[in-house]
């Protein structure tokens, strides 16, 4: 008799594995991508995604300046899309501005000439105005040559001081 419960046990198990190497072969999967952020005293680097299979953008935000610039990196060599913006201009600070950025994830709508909407944004906060500000961008898939500037959109802000 226990030799029966021994083969029954291997039987659940083979039949365990097949049906789970046929679940993991049929069941879409994604890929894990970490998006990444530093920063300094002076200055903070993020990335952020442009597309499904793209390469993800990073963006690097001058905190003397205020100015927030990108580029996409692609595959043909070197960075063929670049973004700008003047953060200082867009959150009305003259002096000692003080930056927070993080990247995330944003479901844009539309997009036109130019380029597809990326579904990465970049979140900027600053502490003197108490405002936060979601930047995007728009890329062209598979750009193989450099693309002409273009200057990053701004989707929304918020305040974060002084609210309820």
Known sequence: MAQNDRNK???WLGVGTVFGLILSYYCPHE???AESASSSERFAMA???SGIGQSDAVFVLDMVSGRL???IYSP???FTQTYGRNLAADFKVVENAQYVMVTGFANTAGGGTGGTPATGVIYVGELNSGIVGCYGFLF???ANRP???RELAVLGT???RGGP
């Open 9 to 11: 046990k291997w039987l």
């Open 31 to 33: 890929p894990a991508y």
């Open 47 to 49: 990335t952020a995604k």
């Open 69 to 71: 610039v990108g580029a």
């Open 76 to 78: 043909q060599g070197g």
């Open 140 to 142: 062209t898939p598979q």
């Open 147 to 149: 693309v002409p500037t």
């Open 158 to 160: 918020f305040p974060w």
